[in-house]
């Protein structure tokens, strides 16, 4: 890497670290929120059975668990843009080897792939 090419990718992958260390703290405060709040709150939909209040309950168990499991791959992803950091790698697409683009790294800080290799993962992964 030259000089001219390392200083903005310095600049870019420091403003990265940055933001990718306040979004991993809110995520971490969120799942420690969400384990103290584990305790499903109760129906005020009177039904006379229970039966309503049993579901609601089992809903939010459920969306809670859905969250938790996509705050924990947001946070493995996190931590992976942080080792390709560490280790160089940072903006370069994990499975092409192509830079990825500013605007998109601006957008979404953990990104491991460049555009077309994202889009066409998603649509093998349907």
Do not use: K, W
């Amino acid at each position: 890497m030259t000089a001219l090419r390392q200083e903005p990718f310095d600049q870019v992958a420091v403003a990265a670290r940055l933001a990718l260390l306040a979004e991993r703290a809110q995520l971490i405060d969120a799942l420690e929120l969400s384990a103290g709040a584990s305790a499903p709150v109760r129906s005020d939909v009177p039904d006379g059975s229970g039966e309503t209040e049993h579901l609601v309950a089992a809903e939010q168990l459920m969306l809670s668990a859905r969250l938790d499991t996509l705050t924990r791959t947001t946070l493995d992803e996190i931590d992976a843009a942080l080792l390709r950091i560490d280790n160089g790698r940072y903006g370069t697409c994990t499975a092409c080897g192509e830079p990825i683009g500013s605007e998109r790294l601006e957008a979404v800080p953990a990104a491991a792939m460049c555009m077309p290799c994202q889009q066409d993962h998603e649509r093998h992964s349907r």
